[in-house]
Structures are given as C-alpha cells and as structure tokens.
C-alpha cells in the first residue's frame, strides 16, 4: 500500500491500523470553503514564518509507520517533520470540517490519534451549526477551551444582556496567539 493518500473520483481514504478507511464522498463546496477560509487566515499571518499551514490533501503519519489521516487543514511548526509523501509526525494545530459521515470519526478515532500524537490544537468546524470547538492539548488528551457558535441576527437579538457580552465572533489560536479567527470569515460563504 502506497503511504500517500489514495483518492479516486468520489472516495477519499485515510488507513487506520493497516485498514483503509473511506473518509466520505468528496466534500461539497461549503465544506471545502470552510477549511479554506481557515488556511487564508493562517496562511497571511505566518507568510515568512517557520510555521506553515496546509490544507486538505496531506497524508499525515502521525506515528511514522504506514497508517495516516487527511485532515482538512493542519499547520506544521517543525519542517524535518515533511517529506516528499507526506507528514511524518504530529502537526503543531489540526482542525477538520465535519461532515454528517465524518462526524464519529473527527469527534473520536481522529480525536484520539491525535491527542496520543501529541497535536497541541484541534479545531472541529461544523458548518451546519457555524460553529468551531477548540480543544486544547493537556496531558495525552484533548480538554474544550470553547466552542464559538456564529448566531444569526434573528438569534442575537434574542440574547439577554448579559449574553451579549459574553458571544464572540472571533477568538484566538491557544497555540497562536497573534492569530484571530473570525467565524463571519470562516462562515462566508
């Protein structure tokens, strides 16, 4: 088995303990201009920075061996880490875009790998709800920092006073701290 991701027209797939795995059937257009929107974000502020994001596509070998994920975005700190097949290690910061046939998969096996690899970051981005978790690495397992939901203007006219002070529309990377996320930028579409 080739150690690179194998995708044919409709199928991505990612090999988890030996086993391929379908991932879904590609992404639709918002899915992936979600993720995108998130790599222009990383993408501006580390130009010219030994930090680099990437967007979906990379086989990410996050124990060296022949098992790899596809996440939808990663940004990758240590450039020994890259070979010409692929990401040998753990990103600095992952974050997947669920989908309805990816959603056990991103909240719990990817979840796990990627805590016990030693990723520091991971965002879930869930198109649906416009909303983004951030969890944070503590230990060997990932704890939620927050979880920002872009609301409507319907739905933030209905926040109490109080609630209106507390919603965000933009946070920052616990690992990049000059990095501001903006959801309305994430959530455009």
């Given at each position: 088995?080739?150690?690179?991701a194998y ?19 590609k992404p ?133 006073e109080d ?27």
């Amino acid at each position: 088995m080739s150690s690179e991701a194998y995708k044919d027209d409709y199928i991505i797939y990612e090999c988890y303990d030996g086993k391929l795995v379908a991932m879904s059937p590609k992404p639709l257009t918002y899915h992936n201009n979600v993720a995108k929107h998130l790599y222009d974000i990383f993408f501006l502020k580390l130009m010219d920075k030994k930090c680099e994001p990437y967007s979906d596509g990379f086989s990410v070998h996050l124990f060296n061996n022949d098992d790899y994920v596809v996440p939808d975005f990663f940004v990758l700190c240590d450039k020994g880490k890259e070979r010409v097949n692929g990401i040998y290690g753990a990103p600095d910061l992952v974050a997947e875009v669920l989908s309805p046939s990816t959603l056990k998969r991103d909240r719990v096996v990817k979840m796990e790998l990627y805590a016990k690899a030693g990723v520091k970051e991971y965002l879930i981005l869930s198109p649906d709800a416009k909303s983004i978790e951030q969890y944070v690495l503590k230990g060997n397992k990932f704890e939620l920092k927050e979880a920002y939901t872009l609301l409507s203007d319907i739905e933030i006219k209905m926040l109490s006073e109080d609630e209106l002070k507390e919603y965000k529309t933009e946070f920052s990377s616990e690992v990049f701290p000059n990095i501001a996320i903006s959801l309305e930028y994430v959530f455009n579409k």
